[in-house]
């Protein structure tokens, strides 16, 4: 490799490392608040939060690398620009697609990282944090302790937590049961505890008053009591089976799809094949994003006054391919012949780099020629 290539490539390594660690810590900080609030509040321990943030890493890694290599290469060819070391090389006789290499090698690595996620990391910590989230959902915290918060665990059973200490006590509980058509049995107390037994989760509640309402007459019946426990263990049975979900299969399983396994998902075969085509054509274009961040600045040569006008022409680009990433993957999901529209935005990106490189390296090819009169 020419010390050129060397030289820039170390360059976008560098600020590629940078802005995916900013990316990542900006993504996964808005994801950890989420969790956070969820299963602390829940009554999980810090240990659950720290896995569920962990499982969920891979995802936000996914969403934060194409537009690092597309930050990496802004930012590394305005700068070389700006210092008119890229002027010096061209003087040498280096064309902008001879220019293009290392950031080609740059692409590369980050579509191989891309490949690595969306094939194997991402559906194995989704299937992963999918198992975690259904035993969670098993446990009473889960579903009995969120305060404040009106909770139907089960049809005609409302259930209201005022506040968990953090010893475990339940503050300013209720439970209403309306389930049998002729009386409804509401309990309300101070203080609660939910005690684990043989015979199930008990319920034990302190200082409170249940008030039974008899339907036909319209009669109400209020009972104090001191302590009172009642079985809430068939409140907080919950299937142990889980439906799996199309993000957590590999890719062959998505490329091949069986009737059945297009039943276990709920998803039809069209659209579990332009998901496995999504995933390849997510990795390429993280080769996509980097090429054009350097090819959308290459255009206009250079100026005193800087290359903010191509900064904002690379952004137009990049959502352009977006959209065309859109478009691409609804016309392959409603029919399975279409699977090659994935790959749209990856064709039209490098459509687009070739184009603007060409445009770089002949920069009168635009430009108005001058008239001669006679």
């Given amino acids: 490799m020419a010390r050129f290539d060397r030289y820039m490539l170390s360059q976008l390594l560098t600020l590629f490392g940078f802005f995916s660690l900013v990316l990542v810590m900006v993504y996964w900080i808005n994801r950890a608040v989420v969790l956070f609030d969820q299963l602390i509040a829940d009554g999980q321990s810090a240990v659950v939060f720290l896995e569920f943030t962990a499982l969920s890493l891979p995802s936000v890694i996914r969403l934060a690398l194409p537009l690092a290599a597309f930050a990496a290469s802004i930012y590394v060819t305005n700068r070389l ?45 989704s299937a992963r944090l999918a198992e975690r989230q259904n035993d969670i959902a098993q446990t009473a915290t889960a579903r009995l302790l969120q305060e404040g918060q009106f909770l139907e665990p089960l049809d005609g059973i409302t259930v209201y937590i005022g506040e968990v200490t953090p010893a475990g006590e339940l503050r300013n509980v209720l439970l209403s049961d309306s389930r049998d058509v002729a009386r409804q049995i509401t309990y309300t107390a101070a203080q609660a505890y939910l005690v684990r037994t043989d015979d199930g989760a008990q319920l034990v509640m302190r200082n409170g008053l249940a008030q039974t309402l008899r339907t036909s007459d319209k009669q109400l019946f209020t009972t104090s009591f001191e302590d009172f426990a009642l079985n809430v263990g068939s409140l907080m049975q919950t299937s142990s089976t889980r439906r799996q979900r199309a993000g957590e299969l590999m890719t062959w399983e998505l490329l091949r799809p069986t009737p059945e396994l297009a039943e276990s998902v709920r998803q039809t075969p069209a659209r579990m094949m332009s998901d496995a085509h999504n995933r390849f054509s997510q990795s390429i274009l993280g080769a996509v994003a980097a090429l054009l961040g350097f090819a959308a ?45 994935s790959y749209l935005p990856s064709v039209a990106g490098f459509a687009i780099v070739y184009v603007l490189l060409f445009m770089a390296d002949r920069p009168t090819l635009l430009k108005r020629r001058p008239q001669v009169t006679s």
């Fill in 81 to 125: 620009v700006s210092d008119s070391e890229m002027v010096a090389v061209q003087a040498t006789g280096y064309s902008c697609f001879r220019l293009a290499r290392p950031v080609l090698y740059f692409g590369l690595i980050v579509a191989l990282l891309m490949t690595v996620l969306m094939h194997f990391l991402v559906p194995l910590s």
């Fill in 297 to 341: 600045l290459m255009v206009g040569g250079f100026t005193r006054f800087g290359l903010w006008k191509q900064v904002v022409f690379a952004i137009f680009l990049i959502i352009l391919v977006k959209a065309l990433e859109t478009a691409g993957l609804n016309a392959a999901r409603s029919n399975p012949s279409l699977w090659i529209a």
